[in-house]
């Protein structure tokens, strides 16, 4: 039986491809045909996300959508994480989640046996990607919390920016050298970077 293997990371900083190795071995135990691995840096919160969707394009009914936790696949809205599942039923896949072992029988399964263990796995993972929009929207909370106690502690206190990205300003500067009557418009367009940026640029270099 094949298998598509899903991989997410929210952040850049974070390794998506933390546990392929493990979903390998999972995959080669249970003598599933890995096809496909689909790794991405994207936040559960977003239904759109590149890789998910090439590989429910490429997967075929009866193949296998293997991740590791419910929270790797969904931290979605309980309307979004409905359309997803929809799809994913939609394609006739199975969906196994490595943490999950009653839905390793799905692996197998089939007949009367496959169609009551589907029925029990729908629940445990509706309510398990509803536990990850809950644990999500909570963390949320903390961190506005926190800048607000931050706030009213100090009035002046401001969050940390975003470093800069020394290779975009680079070219970005080149480009308004090589190109001096271009607006900021003109220039991001050019460069690839909002125009936002340019003008942040612009500001900073005329101070």
């Not at 759109?48 to 969904?74: F, I, T, W, Y």
């Amino acid at each position: 039986m094949n298998a598509h293997l899903y991989l997410r990371a929210s952040t850049k900083d974070q390794d998506a491809n933390r546990a392929k190795t493990s979903l390998e071995a999972f995959a080669a135990e249970k003598s599933l045909t890995v096809v496909g691995i689909y790794a991405e840096n994207i936040s559960g919160t977003k239904l759109n996300r590149p890789e998910l969707m090439k590989l429910l394009e490429a997967a075929q009914p009866g193949d296998v959508l293997l991740c590791e936790s419910v929270d790797r696949l969904s931290r979605l809205t309980q309307a979004e994480w409905g359309t997803l599942k929809a799809a994913i039923e939609a394609k006739g896949l199975r969906l196994v989640v490595m943490t999950l072992p009653t839905t390793h029988a799905l692996i197998q399964a089939g007949g009367v046996e496959g169609a009551v263990m589907t029925v029990i796995n729908n629940m445990l993972v509706d309510l398990m990607a509803a536990m990850a929009r809950i644990d999500q929207d909570a963390r949320v909370e903390r961190i506005k919390q926190g800048l607000y106690n931050k706030r009213v502690a100090d009035p002046d206190w401001k969050p940390a920016g975003k470093g800069k990205n020394a290779e975009l300003w680079k070219k970005v500067q080149e480009a308004m050298v090589k190109h001096p009557t271009m607006n900021a418009d003109e220039l991001a367009k050019l460069v690839g970077c909002g125009v936002a940026t340019v003008y942040r640029i612009k500001r900073e270099l005329k101070a």
